[in-house]
């Protein structure tokens, strides 16, 4: 079980991830969205049930290393510099090493390193590439792109669900894993998309979860309780 100190910890964490995703998707909801997919997706893809659960809690916590970038990095308007891209390049690793510090969920902290990794080598920190990178981050850097594309950022307005597939199958190989992709893409259809999420600009954006179930429940699931793989969600 979770002691209380770790509890609080990884509470903090949560609300740290909420208002980072704030500061720079402005409707707060960029994790949980996304976390949905992986969760989704893994289940798709016939994942474990302990590769699920360690890929939900890295897509929930995922961005919380940039916290360790300053905020006009973050929130400028237009293209970065070379120096900026390597500030902000550090996020996945500071990351990794907040999560390190709390024992019940570190081992989440080699997909939260690898995240912007790309399937053909040419991501970042490490240049990974194909299955040396986790299978959570695979499917994780898909739904992070999807759900920065299709909602507005500071240097560009959202673009449809049509464009962004696009934009994901014109990167099958290069930067996403092929076969994931393909899971991934049945998963965010939008027949399944029922309930909308406000955003702050005023228009309502599809959630990217089917509401009235148990599988594809928006609700999280219960902190993790215990460092075991296999537990169910
Ligand atoms: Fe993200």
Same mark, same amino acid.
């Given at each position: 079980?979770?002691?209380?100190?770790?509890?609080?910890?990884?509470?903090?964490?949560?609300?740290?991830?909420?208002?980072?995703?704030?500061?720079?998707?402005?409707?707060?909801?960029?994790?949980?969205?996304?976390?949905?997919?992986?969760?989704?997706? %893994?289940?798709?893809? +016939?994942?474990?049930?302990? /590769? &699920?659960?360690?890929?939900?809690?890295?897509?929930? !916590?995922? #961005?919380?290393?940039?916290?360790?970038?300053?905020?006009?990095?973050?929130?400028?308007?237009?293209?970065?510099?070379?120096?900026?891209?390597?500030?902000?390049?550090?996020?996945?690793?500071?990351?990794?090493?907040?999560?390190?510090?709390?024992?019940?969920?570190?081992?989440?902290?080699?997909?939260?390193?690898?995240?912007?990794?790309?399937?053909?080598?040419? %991501?970042?920190?490490? +240049?990974?590439?194909?299955? /040396? &990178?986790?299978?959570?981050?695979?499917?994780?850097? !898909?739904? #992070?792109?999807?759900?920065?594309?299709?909602?507005?950022?500071?240097?560009?307005?959202?673009?449809?669900?049509?464009?962004?597939?696009?934009?994901?199958?014109?990167?099958?190989?290069?930067?996403?894993?092929?076969?994931?992709?393909?899971?991934?893409?049945?998963?965010?259809?939008?027949?399944?998309?029922?309930?909308?999420?406000?955003?702050?600009?005023?228009?309502?954006?599809?959630?990217?979860?089917?509401?009235?179930?148990?599988?594809?429940?928006?609700?999280?699931?219960? !902190?993790?309780?215990?460092?075991?793989?296999?537990?169910?969600?």
């Amino acid at each position: 079980m979770l002691t209380i100190r770790e509890n609080n910890w990884i509470r903090l964490l949560l609300n740290l991830s909420k208002y980072i995703d704030i500061n720079v998707s402005y409707n707060g909801h960029h994790s949980e969205s996304v976390a949905q997919w992986v969760r989704c997706t %893994g289940r798709k893809l +016939g994942c474990s049930d302990g /590769e &699920i659960y360690d890929s939900y809690w890295a897509a929930m !916590l995922h #961005d919380i290393g940039k916290i360790g970038v300053p905020y006009p990095i973050l929130s400028k308007p237009g293209p970065l510099t070379k120096k900026e891209w390597q500030l902000m390049r550090l996020h996945p690793l500071i990351g990794s090493n907040i999560v390190q510090t709390l024992d019940s969920i570190s081992r989440i902290a080699p997909i939260i390193s690898s995240h912007q990794e790309k399937y053909d080598g040419s %991501g970042y920190p490490s +240049g990974l590439q194909g299955e /040396e &990178i986790p299978v959570g981050a695979r499917i994780l850097a !898909l739904a #992070d792109a999807y759900d920065a594309i299709t909602n507005d950022r500071y240097y560009r307005q959202a673009r449809t669900h049509d464009e962004a597939v696009a934009e994901l199958n014109r990167n099958s190989g290069t930067h996403f894993d092929p076969i994931i992709l393909k899971a991934f893409i049945e998963i965010i259809d939008p027949k399944w998309m029922k309930t909308s999420y406000p955003s702050r600009n005023g228009k309502n954006k599809k959630s990217p979860v089917r509401s009235g179930t148990k599988e594809y429940s928006a609700v999280p699931p219960r !902190l993790p309780a215990t460092a075991s793989h296999s537990r169910s969600q």
